[in-house]
């Protein structure tokens, strides 16, 4: 049964409704007024001699939510202000929260003087008596309200950064793999018109009807689904089946794979270019033909694909110390391979080449052990 590669889970309902901005902010508003609520209470129980406790949670419960519904009006001023320059936000800000908190002092004092009948206030001024300690909560919750309004944007351009990366990883992963179905058609296509011009119609006539399965096996199955080995090597039969039209007795191929690896799941047709390429320069090229062995099993946490060919294995040195081969230098079907295997396990995988001997060419193929 086809996997999908690793995505990310649906929220939950929970969270859906945890990240509605309008809740967060009366979840903010509430746990902040109550806070304050409370710290203030318990400062005033501790430092005044026998303090009337009913009376001074009715005082800061009252100042906590007049303190709510200003900085809430604060809110709506912001908001207007959100698109204008941060000079003019910072001054309006200052302004706005000197302002609100000098209504919000007022109305404390006149509750203090309701509820305990102990502020004499001299003048309407009076009213404003310790606007300070008012002021500096109200742009306390300026900067709070600023502070989390920027970490929002930066946290909605940081989901818009990873929603664009996740497409390119998938749309490059797709160009990826659909680079494999014209490289291969081109090659069998030839083979093909070469048996027709040979008017060797019996086998022109298999080759296109395997080659009518591989494709709709190819066109099938999503190239951002993974399968399991037992599949892909029924899929890598089908193309084996085209190719021993082609040659016939001049190709052999061995397969020794674990029955625990059957059920390890890996990409959709990552073996078929590997194998092609060895069939191109290990195969082809000889008369007598040759072989090519898969073996796959299991070890620890890491499933190990081998591909052995008896070809000519590496032949042009480089300057960099390693080796290079017709299979490399020409090998389409590796390099792509490679990257498909970079793009989804970016570092937990490795793609080796090493010559055989006396001859021949072992690539091998290690990713993590997952079934379905």
């Not at 400062?43 to 800061?60: Q, T």
């Not at 590997?274 to 033909?289: C, F, Q, T």
């Not at 490795?350 to 379905?372: A, H």
Request: aromatic content about 12%; proline content about 4%.
């Amino acid at each position: 049964m086809n996997e999908a590669l690793p995505e990310k889970s649906p929220p939950s309902r929970i969270a859906r409704w945890l990240s509605n901005r309008e809740l967060q902010f009366w979840m903010v508003q509430w746990v902040g007024w109550t806070s304050w609520a409370f710290a203030s209470a318990i400062g005033w129980v501790y430092w005044m001699d026998n303090p009337d406790r009913p009376h001074v949670i009715a005082l800061y419960t009252f100042a906590a939510l007049v303190g709510m519904l200003l900085s809430s009006l604060l809110r709506y001023a912001y908001r207007a202000l959100w698109t204008r320059s941060l000079t003019l936000r910072i001054g309006t800000a200052a302004v706005l929260s000197y302002v609100v908190g000098g209504l919000w002092q007022a109305t404390k004092n006149l509750a203090v003087a309701y509820i305990f009948d102990e502020f004499e206030p001299m003048g309407w001024l009076g009213y404003f008596e310790g606007i300070q300690a008012s002021f500096y909560v109200m742009l306390l919750w300026s900067g709070f309200y600023f502070g989390i309004k920027y970490y929002q944007m930066l946290q909605r351009e940081s989901e818009k950064v990873l929603r664009v990366t996740a497409m390119a990883h998938e749309a490059q992963l797709k160009m990826l793999r659909y680079q494999l179905n014209p490289h291969f058609l081109f090659n069998t296509l030839n083979a093909i018109s070469t048996l027709i011009l040979e008017r060797n119609t019996d086998n022109a006539n298999q080759m296109v009807t395997r080659l009518s399965r591989f494709l709709r096996y190819s066109l099938d199955n999503d190239p951002m689904q993974r399968v399991s080995l037992d599949q892909e090597l029924a899929a890598l039969q089908l193309y084996l089946d085209i190719e021993q039209v082609r040659f016939d007795e001049r190709l052999t191929v061995e397969a020794n794979v674990e029955a625990l690896a059957r059920r390890a799941l890996i990409p959709s047709l990552l073996l078929q270019p590997i194998v092609e390429n060895a069939i191109k320069y290990a195969i082809a090229p000889r008369e007598s033909g040759g072989m090519i062995r898969i073996d796959a099993l299991v070890r620890g946490a890491q499933l190990h694909v081998q591909i052995t060919d008896d070809g000519p294995g590496y032949t042009e040195p480089v300057a960099n110390g390693t080796h290079s081969t017709a299979q490399t230098t020409r090998g389409v079907g590796l390099v792509n391979t490679r990257q498909r295997l970079h793009e989804i396990y970016p570092r937990e995988h490795s793609f080796t080449m090493t010559n055989v001997i006396p001859r021949g060419l072992q690539v091998c193929v290690r990713i993590p052990f997952e079934t379905s």
